[in-house]
């Protein structure tokens, strides 16, 4: 009789949220990584699926392993790829133990793969775009967890027309 052949590797999830395209896996306490690729951008990095790498930002809730533990991997990988360092954004409570977690490896290896650790306080905003920020907010977790918000900010004409009447502000905007 034969073995039973071990189960196959579980395929990216899929859904089109008009603009974004939302890709990705989680399985609770195993692996969550959610890549929305038009804002370049991972949610956690708990495994490293291939299309992760394409993205230069990976936004980390908390630091549970399901949530942290395809990160070493990625930075490694996007290097190892010329695809530039990867930029983690991550609680700043959880900043020191990321950065130890990362440079634990770059010891293991004997090698120095290089990125960039964003920490985020409460409220603060890094910038992924011209026009979208993320911001952290604290919630609760068995870690600490943070929470972010992506926001997109209003068209730069808006501000420049501001306090025109209807029939002043296309003039005032100017051409584009």
Do not use: W
């Amino acid at each position: 009789m034969l073995p039973k052949p071990p189960p196959r590797e579980t395929s990216l999830g899929f859904l089109y949220l008009p603009p974004y395209r939302v890709q990705g896996i989680s399985i609770a306490g195993e692996a969550t990584c959610i890549q929305i690729p038009e804002l370049d951008l991972c949610f956690d990095m708990g495994s490293c699926p291939r299309a992760a790498l394409a993205s230069n930002f990976v936004a980390l809730s908390h630091g549970h392993m399901d949530h942290v533990g395809g990160l070493a991997y990625y930075c490694s990988q996007r290097r190892f790829q010329g695809m530039g360092d990867a930029t983690i954004v991550c609680d700043a409570r959880i900043e020191s133990d990321v950065r130890t977690m990362l440079d634990g490896y770059n010891a293991l290896e004997r090698q120095v793969t290089p990125y960039n650790l964003v920490p985020l306080q409460e409220d603060e905003t890094f910038k992924l775009k011209n026009n979208i920020s993320l911001k952290g907010f604290h919630t609760e977790h068995t870690a600490p967890l943070d929470g972010v918000q992506h926001h997109r900010a209003p068209h730069q004409a808006q501000d420049r027309v501001h306090g025109f009447s209807a029939g002043e502000a296309p003039r005032a905007q100017g051409p584009g």
